[in-house]
């Protein structure tokens, strides 16, 4: 066997074996045990038989007929999982309902079938092309639906939490659905472009899965997204109050008022200083001073552009928006657009 060879083997097992470990974990391992964690584990599990299948194919001579429609089938299970798995992590307290269990029924069906492939019909038989080519189109096809699937729950939560209005667990979960789906979309066209052009090899798509099976797992605990799941956008109180902080803050410019506080604002809402740091970090993704600054900063943007401000000094713009100092001003201004407000003002003025 050619070093290459050897190499290409060690590098796609290497891929399986740590999504199989991965999948472990979470299934069995992890503390906290939660459906959406069971279904990736799951998804990974069965995506390990699929793309095992490939790398015996590849290296291996005379591998059963069986073995090969059988791999292939796991695609049509690991389709539907995906789409829970997104249902899971969008949807407050989601449970699965057994009237889905019947979107496995192609799987079942097609998987049944392949356990009476013998090698005698496989390779003497008229219909093997035709069989063949039939169902590994219905299989891509039917994974690339329920990726579509998949993609289309993910964009009705997004819509249903604006981006303004997330927390930083919901963006999270955003950001992680966001690179599972392409690197779903990747594995799978990495297998429809083999299957179009034979001049790709065959080994491709198990190296195409290690890379990213290694990518999303190292993001899955960077993101936090299997600590996570669909409760995190469940209604609550917290979301209410950032609305009625948002309204004095913002609605009615306490921002400008350099003596604001936690205290002060807490004492307005007839709240612990605690829980509106909390629900600030929470929801405006920056602790109560940079919500208040970035404000601040928004208004001043506003104030140094227009004409009629021209006479002013950028120090009495930086006091009337809130801020206490010119040095804490144009520190914040830097922080938040990069540039200083003078030089902010003299291109504003060219423009």
């Known amino acids: 066997m050619k070093i290459l060879d050897v190499a290409l083997i060690v590098l796609s097992s290497a891929g399986l074996l740590h999504g199989m470990l991965f999948a472990l974990y979470l299934i069995f391992f992890k503390k906290k045990k939660s ?5 990736l584990g799951l998804i990974l599990i069965f995506m390990a038989f699929r793309i095992g299948k490939s790398v015996l194919l590849y290296f291996g001579k005379d591998l059963e007929p069986v073995f090969i429609f059988v791999g292939l089938t796991f695609l049509l299970l690991i389709g539907p999982l995906l789409r829970w798995y997104f249902l899971a992590m969008t949807t407050p307290n989601f449970k699965l309902p057994e009237s889905r269990l019947l979107e496995l029924t192609p799987f079942g069906l097609i998987f049944g079938a392949s356990l009476f492939v013998t090698k005698e019909w496989y390779e003497n038989s008229t219909w093997t092309i035709i069989v063949f080519s039939s169902g590994l189109l219905f299989i891509y096809l039917h994974f690339a639906c329920y990726i ?31 690179l599972l789906l392409f690197g779903f ?23 195409v899965y290690s890379g990213v099976v290694y990518f999303l797992s190292y993001k899955a605990f960077q993101l936090r997204a299997i600590e996570l799941d669909g409760g995190v956008f469940k209604q609550n109180s917290n979301k209410q109050l950032f609305t009625e902080v948002s309204k004095l803050v913002l609605g009615n410019q ?17 709240k612990s200083t605690q829980h509106i740091s909390l629900v600030v970090n929470e929801y405006a993704q920056r602790n109560f001073n940079d919500y208040l600054n970035y404000h601040r900063v928004q208004d001043a943007k506003q104030l140094l552009l227009d004409a009629e401000n021209e006479k002013y000094t950028i120090s009495s713009i930086a006091f009337d928006v809130g801020f206490s100092s010119l040095s804490s001003f144009n520190s914040a201004f830097k922080k938040f657009e990069g540039t200083t407000p003078s030089t902010f003002r003299k291109k504003g003025m060219l423009k």
């Open 35 to 39: 459906l959406p964690n069971l279904l």
């Open 148 to 178: 579509g699937l998949a993609w289309g729950v993910f964009r009705t939560a997004r819509k249903k939490h604006p981006k303004e209005q997330r927390t930083k667990s919901q963006q999270a979960i955003f950001r992680w659905l966001r």
């Open 185 to 207: 979309i990747l594995i799978w066209g990495s297998y429809v472009v083999n299957i179009l052009d034979e001049a790709v090899p065959y080994i491709i798509g198990p190296l």
């Open 254 to 270: 306490l921002y400008r008022e350099p003596d604001l506080s936690l205290s002060k604002l807490g004492t307005l809402l007839g």
